[in-house]
T-cell receptor, first 114, second 119 residues
Framework: NAGVTQTPKFRILKIGQSMTLQCTQDMNHNYMYWYRQDPGMGLKLIYYSVGAGITDKGEVPNGYNVSRSTTEDFPLRLELAAPSQTSVYFC?????????????FGEGSRLTVL | AQKITQTQPGMFVQEKEAVTLDCTYDTSDQSYGLFWYKQPSSGEMIFLIYQGSYDEQNATEGRYSLNFQKARKSANLVISASQLGDSAMYFCAMRVLNAGGTSYGKLTFGQGTILTVHP
């Protein structure tokens, strides 16, 4: 039972480079989310999706883009990486948009921008 | 907008004792859910316990219980009989169901509390 899978787990980027963090879930969840966690802090929402083809900005979307071509996949694109994007990134999914039911999280992707 | 506040950056507890981690929340929505997640040093997010805003009983899951005081807008996590493996960061989080239906299940997190269990 894979759940939510993120790749890569670790990555070092140079300033100005671009990359895509991959996220896939095998639970047929419509709702998917990308969060970032800065050191010693809580998680902040970057983007979310309510289904294939539908995405929207969260609290901290600047410098990122997403797409959702299938129910399973929700990649996060970093364009022109900056040191401020050094963080741990979590992808999560949920079967519901209601108040019950937890979000299922991937193991996280640790990104360092130098 | 929703807000979660965890005022204890760090807590220490002796093994086998109980500990309470504080969480207060702010929302104007009537329907919401409160969650606690554990994040060990390995980094993954582990769901612990859930409390719905209309639940009259406090939620319990094994050694975890949620002390829900709706009027005070608090949702404290109580860990009984602490174990060394409980040492981790703990996050309180909230989902709301707003009248416009545009909350889309997003979780809002607090800043977290680092719990250290001493032998």
């Amino acid at each position: 039972n894979a759940g939510v899978t993120q790749t890569p787990k670790f990555r070092i980027l140079k300033i100005g480079q671009s990359m895509t963090l991959q996220c896939t879930q095998d639970m047929n969840h419509n709702y998917m989310y990308w969060y970032r966690q800065d050191p010693g802090m809580g998680l902040k929402l970057i983007y979310y999706s309510v289904g294939a083809g539908i995405t929207d900005k969260g609290e901290v979307p600047n410098g990122y883009n997403v797409s959702r071509s299938t129910t399973e996949d929700f990649p996060l694109r970093l364009e022109l990486a900056a040191p401020s994007q050094t963080s741990v990134y979590f992808c999560a999914s949920s079967i519901t948009s209601g108040v019950t039911g937890e979000l299922f999280f991937g193991e996280g992707s640790r990104l360092t921008v130098l | 907008a929703q807000k979660i506040t965890q005022t204890q950056p760090g807590m220490f507890v002796q093994e086998k004792e109980a500990v309470t981690l504080d969480c207060t929340y702010d929302t104007s929505d009537q329907s919401y859910g409160l969650f606690w997640y554990k994040q060990p040093s390995s980094g993954e997010m582990i769901f612990l316990i859930y409390q719905g805003s209309y639940d009259e009983q406090n939620a319990t899951e094994g050694r975890y219980s949620l002390n829900f005081q709706k009027a005070r807008k608090s949702a404290n996590l109580v860990i009984s009989a602490s174990q060394l493996g409980d040492s981790a960061m703990y996050f309180c989080a909230m989902r709301v169901l707003n009248a416009g239906g545009t909350s889309y299940g997003k979780l809002t997190f607090g800043q977290g509390t680092i719990l250290t269990v001493h032998p």
